[in-house]
């Protein structure tokens, strides 16, 4: 396996830190290699051939060769095959990469013009700055106040936009301490090449104690925030929060991850966009057994944060 | 026509004198030439905003001059937006159709002209008319959105996002028009004998192209439409703040353009096809195949618009099928490039300089058709996307492909065009200098994407100065290349030497007529007995 | 349409590059048709958007079809279709050569043109005034808007409506063109080619409203 670490080491891909980027380079490398062969069969056959057959005459005879259906077959066939395989190994990591591990570690990521905010589950909130224990599950979810951004950590191989309006989500495990670049990949204006964040992957001591420390700043948690907000706009006053006992509204109690009985028959997980959407726009998936139109909608009249602040306060009901 | 008004001397060009006789020709040769010209100078002008860009990626911001001759972020961004919207929508989108396409396709055919050719001087005036209006962005707020305009930046930026889309809008119109000519003209003018299967490969990727032009423009001209609706009226499509959705904006749009892509490149194939069989004297490898993989290539590619959008948040699903489809895509694009390189076996190969920019387009487009297949692996794109990756990989592609291809048509066609000779030496120092200096500005690209470095950054760290240094040095290279192209030119068209009927010694029939060609192309209506290609 | 009837004999009106007017009639032909598919692609990415947010927000767009008036949207459907049948007579009879009623055909499909213009101009001033602007000027509290963002179903109805609109006037404009070489004597039974195209682009536009009304005022 020797020539397959040479093509390895000769990508230029930065550090591996996570097991994820050392797959995502496997395939890197086989891929390099396989490119290079067929370059070298392609571009090293037009020059055998130009070469060999070089004009020697203006009255050259040549070869009248209109097809050859066995090799035209052959090489429809062989790159499709390598294509497939390829598509499929694809697929496999692809797969591990978007498939979110149960009881990560969250955190939320708000891209901005031109920063990216952080904010742990108690509240502490940081700019430009992730930091993570290592060897832990950890998950993103991301959103964006203006336009979208996108987080990009090229040692973990990973890179998810960051779009206004809707949560996306990335995970990754890190397995080396160190800091990491975080980019910012989607395009968002003047200093969108200084959207530079660090991602720090640090033990576990050390990150319980930047979370301490992070506390004493005197910020609440971010589901003690969403509990004010909660009572703050009278959400109280009809979902019950403490017993599945319907007031006006469905209860919350215990209903976030779980399954949702629509109006229509449908099923819903009530997941975050689940949560978000009801907050936005009350009548578009309404529960099954309850009227239209009674819930106002919040769109534009709470900003990112506090919709954060009330989605986490709905998962922290359990 | 009774008489051989060519016989007298008389073509296409000294039949009418005056600039008002050009402005209102509708002779498809003439407009042929006006599209060269307006080509030539959008080129120019993108790429002096290519080597301007270059220039200030020389050194990080922290060197002083060098590292800042675009004074902010700001002007970088304009810069690299009309780079990105002149070279896409004013040079390699019309170029090889609306100059080669325009001039060829009815001579390859044996017809007098386009089957509308008033539409078709209507659509140089819809471009100039789209593009005056693109450019006069320029004068107003400027425009730094990028070419993708992706909501909601676009909305939300103050620049002039609603005069480039509508300019956007007008040219669409023009290559709509442009298409449809093709498609009726392949359809209904063919000379006796020219039967669908008998028309040279150049006219197959034509047609295909004017099949991806008609439908896919309308969705891309709706879009945009819809783009300066919501910046004017703030209707609520794109915009998340009254529910609407951005990424919306991303799926049209990629419906539109990604096929664009190969409105793109499949010109170029075509121009290829012609060059390597006319200068390999030898019929072509797989005739039907490189045909219908054309029409093959136009059918899939609409339904791979999502593999720009893998790390948008479209589902992990959606994301498998689109790189599925991708990769079946890739294998009618690797049949031709395995064609092309059969026809050379056994020919007799010459090395004139139209055959060096085929050679040199065949180099490049293997290196830009692996790199694609690395990227329509999901998570492999993950890395790259939006990295300098996918910026080496499409200049290899547009670039290395079908401005490699468009010079290389330019050359071959040249002597038809003008009736003159070029300097062969100029003609083969400027591919020397154009193929060096654009392997060595786009090649580090690949590796800087590697590392990491995304695209459209003013600014970068220091461990990816040395690499963008050799890329900046490179484009040095290419402007010099360039220039000599255009020295060849303008040399051969004042003082080339008279050029016979069939230089070459090709077998289409544009070089059955005089060169340059008679008002009406041929004085004596061709009959077709034989297929393109026939060297025997 | 048969193109038998058409003899060589008449070949004045055969442009230079055509051999004979069969072949100028069937490459026209085509190239209405085909541009005919553009338009059809074009307001067809309009009716995806639709369907999309139509399927996120049902309730809103029932909320935005209510403040329609469906009866002059009716009344529209009827008078375009009406207009669609005397473009068609208008093109039989100048294959009849009976031009003077050909030229009456053709004013009366531009007299619908521009009813179903002033009665779209109607509802959209009266819109205005009730404060249903598009998208964000949506005035919420002299609408009592129930959903907050009732402005994107009237992004939509303005954008279809006025892409639609437009397409009317155009087509008015072409009849016009049509009218007045009607009357010069331009067409007879061996020639009608514009006269066709148009037509074809006519009846396409109407095509589209009577898409277009159900999907905007009947809905929910």
């Not at chain 1, 301490?177 to 200093?191: I, Q």
């Not at chain 2, 899939?300 to 992990?316: I, L, R, T, Y």
């Not at chain 3, 002059?72 to 008078?79: E, P, Q, Y």
């Amino acid at each position: 396996m020797m020539w397959f670490n040479f093509a390895k080491a000769q990508s230029f891909m930065p550090t591996q830190g996570t097991e994820i980027a050392k797959q995502v380079d496997n395939l890197y490398g086989f891929l390099l290699i396989t490119s290079f062969i067929a370059c070298v069969l392609v571009i090293g056959g037009m020059i055998y051939f130009v070469l060999k057959y070089k004009r020697k005459s203006d009255n050259d005879k040549t070869a009248y060769i209109s097809h050859n259906t066995a090799l035209e077959f052959l090489w429809s066939f062989i790159p499709l095959v390598i294509f497939l395989a390829v598509f499929a190994w694809g697929w496999y990591i692809y797969h591990g990469m978007r498939t979110m591990p149960k009881d990560a570690l969250e955190i939320n990521v708000l891209g901005k013009q031109w920063a990216w905010e952080i904010e742990y589950k108690n509240g502490f909130k940081a700019v430009n700055e992730v930091v993570v224990p290592v060897n832990t599950d950890v998950k993103l979810l991301l959103t964006s106040q203006d336009v979208i951004h996108s987080f990009f950590v090229p040692s973990f191989r990973i890179k998810q936009d960051a779009v206004p309006g809707r949560y996306t989500a990335l995970w990754f495990r890190a397995e080396k301490l160190g800091e990491f670049h975080v980019f910012c990949a989607e395009y968002c204006g003047t200093s969108h090449s200084g959207m530079i964040g660090k991602l720090r992957v640090v033990t576990r001591e050390e990150f319980d104690k930047y979370m301490e420390e992070g506390q004493e700043e005197g910020q609440l948690p971010i589901a003690k925030r969403g509990e004010k907000l909660f009572a703050l706009k009278a959400c109280a006053s009809c979902h019950s929060v403490d017993s599945p006992a319907v007031k006006v509204g469905p209860s919350l109690f215990q209903v976030f991850g779980h399954e949702v009985v629509l109006e229509d028959g449908s099923k819903v997980t009530a997941d975050e966009n689940y949560i978000r959407e009801s907050i936005l726009q009350p009548n578009a998936k309404v529960v099954k057994g309850f009227p239209h139109g009674v819930m106002p909608t919040f769109q534009g009249q709470i900003n990112e944060n506090e919709l954060n602040a009330l989605v986490e306060y709905v998962k922290s009901l359990k | 026509m009774g008489h051989s008004s060519s016989a007298h001397g008389e073509n296409y060009i000294n039949c009418e004198k005056g600039l008002w006789s050009w402005l209102t020709t509708v002779d498809h040769k003439r407009i042929g030439l006006m599209y060269m010209i307006t080509v030539m100078f959008f080129f120019f002008v993108g790429g002096v905003m290519a080597l301007l860009l270059r220039l200030e990626l020389f050194a990080p911001n922290t060197v002083q001059g060098v590292g800042q001759v675009l004074k902010n972020g700001d002007v970088y961004n304009q810069v690299l937006t009309y780079h990105g919207a002149i070279m896409v929508f004013m040079v390699i989108v019309p170029g090889i159709p609306a100059i080669l396409g325009n001039f060829f396709l009815p001579i390859h055919l044996g017809a007098k002209d386009v089957a509308f050719p008033k539409i078709n001087l209507a659509s140089w005036y819809c471009f100039m008319f789209g593009a005056a209006l693109a450019i006069a962005t320029f004068f107003t707020h400027k425009i730094d959105t990028g070419w993708t305009f992706y909501t909601p930046y676009s909305i939300r930026t103050g620049t002039s996002t609603v005069l480039m889309v509508l300019g956007a809008f007008v040219m669409g119109m023009s290559s709509v028009l442009t298409g449809l000519n093709f498609i009726v003209t392949v359809h209904k003018l063919r000379a006796p004998g020219m039967t669908m299967h008998r028309m040279p490969l150049f006219v197959w990727a034509l047609y295909s192209t004017a099949i991806l032009q008609m439908l896919a423009t309308p969705v891309l001209a709706i879009t945009l439409l819809l783009l300066a609706a919501e910046k004017l009226f703030g209707v609520g499509i794109f915009d998340p703040a009254l529910g609407g959705d951005p990424v919306l904006f991303q799926h049209f749009f990629w419906f539109y353009s990604h096929p664009a892509v190969y409105i793109m490149i499949l010109p170029a194939m075509g121009v290829v096809s012609e060059l390597i069989a006319a200068f390999s004297r030898k019929v072509i490898f797989g005739y039907t195949a490189i045909a219908y993989s054309s029409l093959g290539i136009a059918a899939v590619s609409f339904f791979v618009w999502g593999h720009h959008m893998f790390v948008s948040g479209q589902s992990a699903t959606a994301g498998i099928i689109f790189s599925f489809i991708t990769m079946l895509v890739g294998v009618p694009t690797a049949i031709k490039m395995f064609n092309w390189v059969a026809t050379i076996y056994k020919g007799s190969v010459s090395f004139d300089s139209p055959m060096l920019f085929a050679l040199g387009f065949l180099f490049l487009f293997a290196i830009g058709g692996v790199t694609g297949i690395m990227l329509a692996v999901l998570p492999i794109d993950v890395h790259f996307h939006d990295t300098y990756f996918v910026v080496a990989h499409f200049h290899y592609v547009m670039v290395g492909g079908t401005l490699m291809a468009l010079m290389g048509g330019f050359y071959y066609w040249f002597p038809k065009m003008f009736g003159k000779m070029f300097s062969e030496t100029l003609a083969r120092l400027s591919f020397v200098f154009i193929f060096i200096g654009f392997n060595v500005t786009f090649f580090p690209q690949f590796i800087l994407g590697a590392m990491g470095m995304p695209r459209r950054y003013f600014d970068y760290i220091p461990n990816y100065e040395a690499l963008n240094k050799i890329s900046t040095v490179g484009s040095w290279l290419i402007l010099t290349g360039f220039l000599i192209g255009l020295y060849a030119i303008v040399q051969g068209i004042r003082k080339g030497e008279k050029a016979p009927m069939n230089p070459w010694g090709a077998k289409t029939l544009e070089w059955q007529t005089s060169s340059p060609p008679p008002h009406f192309n041929f004085d004596v209506e061709p009959v077709v007995t034989a297929g393109p290609y026939e060297y025997r | 349409m048969s193109t038998d009837n058409i003899t060589h004999t008449h070949s004045a009106h055969v442009s230079h590059h055509f051999k004979d007017a069969t072949q100028e009639y069937d490459s026209g032909k085509q190239g209405i048709w085909l541009f005919m598919v553009t338009e059809i692609l074009m307001f067809g990415a309009v009716l995806v958007g639709y369907g999309i947010f139509h399927h996120l927000y049902p309730a809103m767009f029932s909320e935005g079809a209510k403040q329609l008036d469906w009866k002059l949207g009716f009344i529209n459907t009827l008078v375009l279709i009406f207009s669609s049948f005397t473009m068609a007579i208008s093109i039989q009879l100048i294959q009849r050569n009976q031009i003077k009623k050909a030229a009456m055909a053709l004013a009366v499909t531009i007299l619908c043109g521009a009813i179903f213009m002033v009665i779209k101009y109607f509802e959209w001033t009266h819109k205005f005034h009730m404060g249903f602007y598009p998208g964000r000027f949506l005035d919420m509290a002299k609408t009592h808007a129930e959903h907050a963002n009732l402005g994107m179903y009237f992004g939509f109805y303005y954008c279809m409506t006025g892409l639609h609109g437009l397409h009317v006037l155009i087509g008015m404009g072409l009849i016009t063109w049509l009218l007045i070489r009607t009357i010069r004597g331009d067409f007879h039974s061996q020639y009608w080619i514009p006269v066709e195209g148009v037509g074809i682009f006519w009846h396409i536009v109407d095509l589209i409203w009577i898409f277009l009304f159900p999907l905007l005022y009947l809905v929910g």
